[in-house]
């Protein structure tokens, strides 16, 4: 290994013991080996004992573990985590993931190739479903995209809310260059990982101090089970004690800077692009709200979370409300597009349920399917090495990353009958003005 290690990758991990020897295995595991592996761990003092132990019995030297006094925020772990990283590029793995085999040679690969500073890709799902076993993988056409990095931050404020935030690169799903996070950290804002989601802005800074990057058509990373985003939609436990760590008073203040308090998880990332925009205007000059994006992302939120069993009502008749105050196009945009009409006849379950869904060429969620089951996120990679996924196509297309337009979100079919009446568990939708 040379002096200063090709990659850094940092794991900030809280009260995960297990997951985290998961992901301390799966880079020590990796086809390219020029790498250290550091550990900063924000557990509590009774889980931080077992945290401890995963990275002393690795006997590697390459492994290094960082203590806090384990009443970090997240997005203040993740910074001291890349803090302490001495690679010459740095990436962010969860404590709840899991690289495939040769996401480090891949990315070295492109690396070498291009000389980006940037690169990214794509994850696939293990473990959430109802039996805990499941493995969703990612259709890919395993090909690279260099790509202007303003491009996928217009894309990210102004495409089609489901595939926007998926094509913006994050330290969590990409490595960048030391040299770019050291410019970051040394201007006015100070760091890489501001608050609220470190994985967001983090991606908003390496794509406004780049001029290109390179995305790769390819799922390197596979999470397994659930974690902050899910439960953002359900409000629960882990959410609350998240906003607690930040020191905010409350939800509404995670989505200040937005048209309206509903506070979803698309409201509450782009909230924090704007906030970034105020302390580096420069910079971000360029961003401003699509307000009928805003509108649909946070539609989608809503119905995604109702069906997982989240009443999200009152941020649900807040964002219709805000929606009778925008102009007409605005308001005929969004009413036009069938997640205006399929949030409105969403209900969650009396009983949370797990919801068993398919996944799209980005993870998202389709119709019900049976998954392959296995006992462990490892033999499920192992089963994928000698099980050829499902590809998509790029040959033809300018871009192999498909980029669908706002334009292409899916129209209404609005049929010849009377609404069904919901019930009195949620308050009447706000009539259109």
């Not at 004992?49 to 772990?77: H, K």
């Not at 302490?84 to 962010?92: H, L, P, Q």
């Not at 409201?267 to 649909?296: G, T």
Request: proline share 6%.
């Amino acid at each position: 290994m040379s002096a200063r290690p090709f990659f850094s990758v940092v794991i900030p991990s809280k009260n995960r013991a297990d997951r985290l020897r998961q992901a301390v295995r799966s880079v020590r595991e990796q086809t390219f080996q020029d790498f250290e592996l550091v550990i900063c761990d924000n557990s509590d003092a009774a889980e931080a004992v077992d945290s401890a132990a995963v990275a002393r019995e690795t006997n590697d030297s390459r492994v290094r573990y960082i203590r806090t006094n384990g009443r970090l925020s997240m997005p203040d772990n993740w910074e001291h985590a890349v803090a302490a990283a001495r690679g010459e590029y740095v990436g962010v793995l969860t404590d709840r993931s899991v690289y495939h085999p040769h996401a480090l040679e891949r990315a070295h690969r492109e690396i070498s190739t291009t000389g980006v500073p940037v690169v990214g890709w794509f994850g696939e799902h293990y473990g959430r479903g109802p039996t805990g076993r499941d493995f969703r993988r990612r259709p890919c056409s395993g090909r690279s995209w260099h790509v202007e990095s303003r491009r996928l931050l217009d894309y990210f404020l102004t495409g089609h809310p489901k595939y926007g935030s998926k094509r913006l690169p994050k330290l969590m799903s990409a490595v960048c260059a030391r040299t770019v996070i050291e410019e970051v950290r040394s201007s006015s804002l100070g760091r890489i990982c501001p608050p609220v989601a470190p994985d967001y802005t983090s991606g908003y800074l390496m794509l406004t101090h780049t001029d290109s990057v390179v995305l790769v058509d390819e799922a390197l990373f596979i999470s397994c089970g659930s974690g902050n985003g899910t439960s953002f939609r359900r409000r629960g436990a882990l959410a609350e004690r998240f906003v607690r760590d930040l020191g905010m008073g409350s939800w509404p203040d995670l989505v200040d800077r937005m048209p309206t308090r509903a506070c979803f998880p698309s409201a509450m990332v782009l909230n924090d692009l704007m906030r970034i925009k105020e302390r580096l205007p420069e910079r971000f000059a360029h961003c401003n709200i699509d307000r009928v994006q805003y509108y649909l992302g946070c539609l989608m939120d809503y119905e995604r979370s109702a069906r997982r069993g989240a009443e999200l009502f009152e941020d649900y008749d807040e964002l219709l409300e805000g929606l009778n105050r925008e102009p007409e196009e605005v308001q005929t945009a969004v009413r036009t597009r069938s997640i205006y009409v399929r949030a409105a006849a969403t209900l969650p379950p009396e009983e949370e349920t797990p919801v068993t869904a398919d996944l799209d060429a980005d993870g998202g969620d389709q119709a019900e399917a049976a998954f392959p089951e296995f006992d462990s996120v490892f033999e499920a990679m192992t089963w994928a090495s000698s099980h050829p996924r499902r590809t998509r196509d790029a040959d033809a297309a300018d871009d192999p990353i498909m980029m669908p337009a706002l334009t292409s979100v899916t129209a209404a079919i609005i049929k010849a009958k009377s609404r069904p009446v919901l019930g009195p568990r949620r308050s009447r939708m706000a009539e259109r003005r």
